[in-house]
Each structure stands twice: as C-alpha cells, then as structure tokens.
C-alpha cells in the first residue's frame, strides 16, 4: 500500500515538473528575460487601468492589456503591452504614437512584424513638456527582420517601444528601466523581444 502511495507521490511531483517548468510563461511574460526575473503582473482591468494613464500608449485601440515588473541585482524593468483588436489597427496606431514622439514614420510597409521607419526622425507634435524635448532614436537589437525599436531618455529613466505583429494581432511593447547601463539595457530588450 505505502509502494501505491508513493508512485501517486512521485508521478504528482513529475507532472508538475513537466507541466510548469521554470521558463514556464505568466500570461504572456516568461519568468526570466535574460537575468532578471518576473516578479509582478497584470493583465485585463488592472495592466488596462495602468495604459490608461501612459502618454502614447493610452490612445491605442486596447483589446487586451498586460503589464509586468522583472528585478535583478542591476535593476527593475517595467513593461506594459497592449494589443489592438487587429494587425492592421495596431500598426496605424504605432505609427501615429511614433509620429506624436517624433519618431520617423517614413516607412510604413508592415509585412515583417513591425517595420516602422528609418533612424533619422523628425520634430514631433508631442507633450515636449514631459519628453523634455527628447526624440526616439532607432536602436539595432537583433540583425535580421525584426520589429524596429525605440529609445527615449526621459527624466533618467531609458525607454524602449516596438511594435510586434502577425497575421491577427498587433501589440505595442513599451519598457522602462531604471538602470542606467545602456549594454545591460539592450541585451535585456534583445531577449525581450525575441521571448516575449
């Protein structure tokens, strides 16, 4: 009877190693990117009530949202996702959220998960109050067809934005790191990109 007890034991303890292995995902965020590990998230009302409130992200059209928090020994990232109704919806309105940060909009053919312009960028029509004049500059993460990604400094803090796509979705990535080693940062939003 105790042999009964204890195969019950051990096949419980195995499938859940295998269900939930440590990479597993929360919502749509893995536990680790790079060396920092997940230690908050949101998702629906409470991630939405959050974009709600964000400069750029909040006038995009909102089917899902999430929200999560990664720490290391380096520093704290912050990332909010949002995902419109469709691909194509979502692109226009990155567009017109890269335009408004005075980001470039030269180009936008969309058929490679988020090619939204060129590195050189344009005066925007944004809050330059709260950029403090600040404009995205391209920055070059992973060397093949990739969605292209942003960076802004604004007040110490180093912003990231993309946008990612596929036949029937679009979402807007936007992350916030209060660390300032900028190779740190870059290797954290490479992995970022490609996991998540």
């Known amino acids: 009877m105790k042999k009964i007890y204890i195969i019950i034991i051990v096949a419980a303890v195995l499938a859940v ?5 440590s990479g ?10 790079g060396d920092m590990t997940l230690t908050r998230y949101e998702t629906g ?4 009530r959050q974009i709600s409130n964000m400069y750029g992200l909040k006038d995009i059209p909102l089917a899902k949202a999430y929200s999560a928090v990664y720490t290391s020994r380096k520093g704290t990232m912050r990332m909010w996702v949002v995902e419109a109704p469709d691909h194509n919806a979502a ?10 940060l005075g980001g470039s909009t030269g180009h936008e053919g969309h058929e490679y998960s988020g090619d939204v312009g060129q590195t050189e960028s344009h005066t925007g029509h944004g809050d330059a109050g709260m950029l403090n004049g600040t ?3 391209k920055v070059d993460i992973l060397e093949f067809v990739k969605p292209d990604v942003y960076m802004m400094r604004v007040n110490n803090a180093y912003n990231y934005y ?6 029937k979705m679009g979402r807007v990535f936007w992350i916030i ?5 900028e190779g740190y940062q870059l290797s954290i939003v490479k992995q970022a990109v490609m996991d998540i």
Do not use: G
């Open 177 to 181: 790191f209060d660390s300032p080693d």
């Open 91 to 100: 692109n226009d309105a990155f567009n017109a959220m890269n335009s408004m």
């Open 162 to 167: 993309y946008f990612k796509m596929d036949y």
């Open 135 to 137: 404009k995205p500059v």
């Open 45 to 48: 009302e409470a991630a939405a």
């Open 17 to 21: 190693a295998f269900l939930y292995p």
């Open 24 to 33: 597993a995902k929360k919502s749509i965020f893995t536990e680790k990117v």
